[in-house]
């Protein structure tokens, strides 16, 4: 099986901030690399597919990149309703789309 | 509009049967899988299975194997996630939601999960 590893678990920010959260693969998993947004209740939100390509409606601040086993989720200028918890999945390993961990953006 | 609308939270006793429901509209339901995902009390997200509402074609990521059934109706554009025997340990937050191929800038083809259901609470406590 193929394992995701992000990291921070968690980070704290502040409005105007960037960070970077870091998915690592257990092995290469070529782009097939998905990221979500979550917040407190809700269900996640698809930001980013194939590693890099941004859904549509998703700001411009977001953006991935990666490739392989390395994978980075990078939020320029944070906004507040940035703060919630981030998913990366691999879509390589079809049908088992394992999730990584998450990683929570708290603000500072 | 597209949606997912799954069914309301349930609260039930240890050994007890259960069937949750997620059914789509807005798009031919029939043509996209449907995964299910599980999200225990404060914990992330789990990968439970997926299904082929064409075909019933199914499956189970192997930590969820032999302990729920998924399955659906494609009349009634309804993909379900059933327990026969719950235990406390199943409560959790159930989420579902549409497989979709999204076609990068680079040109590749990718599985992502584009339409999720509000999720449904199951509580299951003596």
Redesign the interface.
Known sequence: ?IQMTQSPFSLSASVGDRVTITCRASQSIS??L?W?Q?KPGK????LI??A??L?SGVPSRFSGSGSGTDFTLTITSLQPEDFA?Y?C?Q?YS?????????TKLEIK | EVQLVQSGAEVKKPGESLRISCKGSGYSFSSY?I?W?RQMPGK????M??IYPSDSQT?Y??SFQGQVTISADRSISTAYLQWYSLKASDTAMY?C?RRVD?V???G?R?????I????TMVTVAS
């Not at chain 1, 269900?43 to 698809?46: E, I, Q, S, T």
């Not at chain 1, 079809?94 to 998450?102: D, E, H």
């Not at chain 2, 990718?110 to 584009?114: C, I, K, Q, R, S």
């Open positions: 099986d782009n097939f998905n979500y979550q269900a996640p939100k698809l597919s194939g890099s390509t859904q918890t998913y999945q879509s079809k049908p088992l789309y394992t999730f990584g961990q998450g | 899988w995964g995902v992330g997200l789990e990968w299975g997926i499956t990521s192997p989420f939601a999204v990068a800038t680079t590749g990718y599985e992502a999960f584009d999720w259901g509000q999720g």
